[in-house]
């Protein structure tokens, strides 16, 4: 039976109604326009018909009844667009340019909420609660549900696929019934044979698809929004099998929308970029974000000249001109993806290039190293997941240890990204292929995004994010840190989760992965790399149980929905458990907690055969979504029953997942890291400078110029100190550190106002009343809190 969505405040709702339309491609032909801070153009949606739906009649009377009572009880109060009808046939043919870009969009004339109407048509629907009204439309008409938040939808409307020329193939290959011979089902025959082309003709698939995206309309569609979605239907049509599966729709996203954020680089021009948002990319277009709609895309995206568009594509896009002072930049992806993982980055850019040692570098790594294919010999077994090019299944790219790479960032950052960012990536890149074998992606861009970013990272296809504050660390955080992020390549993008709130399986698996990568990529003893991640654990387990000692218990279980994890309403809608609560963002229970099962597992059964098992997984699960127990359960197949110590993937879940708190073989663990030679010697050094500092406390002496330089290396740790001691002379590192690496300053906010000391409040409320307005509205939400 539906259930009803109510989504408490903090939860996330996903409205697509995926089990009855399914989203297989979408076509974006988008302008950026800085001056008025708004993204504008059309979207283009392929459809076919979802798994769920079971066609009973023409008369539908079954259909999808449920999940339309559904939408008339909680249609908001927002007016109905009542379009005009186009009732030509648009039968005629048309020729289409080979990724052409689209003609001028229509003139906007929506209303002060971005709702647009035809009032010739306005009468007759006053309010959008009579969509299902049987006295005025007879039987309900069918509802597509998208995923919509913070849009102005201009127009929504029917594309006749069947005017595009040379699409007749198409039509020959179909097994046409008697029905299809209708228009309107011959246009849906025509995208389903197109959406289902194989995988080696995808180059023809996506010029159709940019043809198709051209073809004329033939007839709009009545749509109405609502706070989290877009719904549109057609007059007549009660069954998701007839409903258009292919449509068109104008829209442009709002200044105040929560997928971009508008700013300005670290050399104060003007950029725009998706920031990981909670509500994902529903802000920057119309979409399906439940995890199950896997899509490809492509994308022309025009900005004035001087501007660099990077986004989430295979193609290292060169840009085009159209006219004077506009740029074209076109991107394609031909693996399927949930839709929040598109990305785009707007801003003048500057290309940090390879120096020839970068280059020397990558050409050894290339051919010194050993074959690894040895370990991968379930290659030539067909993937189990839906036909895309792979690149598992592609001879040469199996070879590849280090794919192609740009980075880029703002003018001022270059020279720092040329000493420390640059050289690492082949070291980083390699060194994750020699542990799991084919990149899933055909390239990487690298971007230093501006410094309101909330986090150190973000990994996207084809693309990573990365804070400024890890140029500042040096090569050990900017390298932890770029590894992390391409471990997110295998876990969280070519393997994803199938229940948002299971984020264990991205972050954990990064975590883990950040520190293998690392080590081989610094080629470290076996004594050596004992040593630096026991440390590590012993910092992780401490950050843990701080974090476990201050938060909320249900905000620690790794997989909050339990039992009904991965479940969906008859519709496909449901909801992210806490997908919206805004100190959620900045927790770390999921990497932390995530990574210690995993370090468990690992000691559980050995290193190599725990990695070894790791590129099984990923060669049996990649281009697919899975659970906790997908995983589990492969891994416990693998161990030997004697190595099992009584691990049931039944104990796992309850132990580490579905409970709060630190898990019991974690506690028992705990004090052993104490023993550590490394963990020694860092702790006789911070005895060491806790002595120094005694000491010039009592001689009344000043600290030594090069005592502060020394900490400004670790100025995160340094403002910590600061803050801890009250150490006024510090305070003004204290106020920098907040503006320019907000992505690490959040907690420090708290550390300011824990004190209770006036002068330390005065200068948390001075920065964040100077840094708020270019803030992450997250994190902005997260420091208000703490403040007032």
Known sequence: ???????????????????YMLVKHYVLDLD??????????????????????????????EGCRSQFDEACKRRASE???IPVPNLSACSSKMECNDFAVCGKHEEDTSDKNGNHSNEEQASGMSSSKDCCDIENHGNKDFLLVLDCCDLSVLKVEEIDVAAVAGIEEFVR????????????????QIVHELVALP???WKEQLRYFTC?????????LLFTTDTWSLEIRKSGIQTPADFPHAIRIWYKTKPEGRSVTWTTDQSGRPCVYTVGSPINNRALFPCQEPPVALST?????????????????ENSAEPVQLREGILSWYYYVTMPMPASTFTIAVGCWQEVKQQSFTAAIQSNIEFSLPSS??????????????????????SAARLQAVIPYRVFAPWCLMERCEECLIQLIPRCLSAAYTTLGTHPFSRLDVLIVPSNFSSLGMASPHIIFLSQSVLLGGSHLCGTRLCHEIAHAWFGLAIGAHDWTEEWISEGFATFLEDTFWARAQQLSHGEVKGQQELKALLRWRRLRDEVQNSEEELQVLRPKKESTGELSESGASVVKHGLKAEKIFMQVHYLKGYFLLRFLARAIGEASYLASLRKFVHKFHGRLVLSQDFLCMLLEDIPEQQKSGLTVESIIQNWLDTPGIPKPLQEEGETWQECPLVQQVSAEVTKWMQANQRIRKSGKKKRKQDEVVFQKVRHRWCELVVKHKYVSGYGDVEKFLREDQAMGVYLYGELMLNEDVKQQELAHKCFAAAQEHMDTSAAKVVAEMLF
């Open 297 to 313: 895309w492509q994308a022309s995206v025009r900005a004035a000249a001087g501007f660099v568009v990077l986004m989430s594509g």
């Open 373 to 394: 294919q040895a370990d991968f010999r379930w290659h030539e077994e067909i993937c189990g997941h839906v036909e895309y090019p792979c690149r598992f299944q592609d």
């Open 1 to 19: 039976m539906e259930t009803q969505l109510e989504p408490m405040k903090d939860d996330l709702p996903l409205m697509a109604n995926t089990s």
């Open 79 to 81: 007016p109905c667009h």
């Open 32 to 61: 950026v326009d800085f001056r008025s801070k708004v993204i504008e153009g059309i979207i283009v949606l392929f459809f076919e018909t979802g798994s769920q739906y079971r066609k009973t009649s023409s008369t539908g009377k």
């Open 173 to 188: 290959s179909a097994k046409l019934t008697d029905s299809s011979k209708e228009l309107e089902n011959l246009r849906n």
């Open 199 to 201: 995988a080696d003709r």
């Open 212 to 220: 198709c995206s051209q073809a004329p309309g033939c007839g709009e």
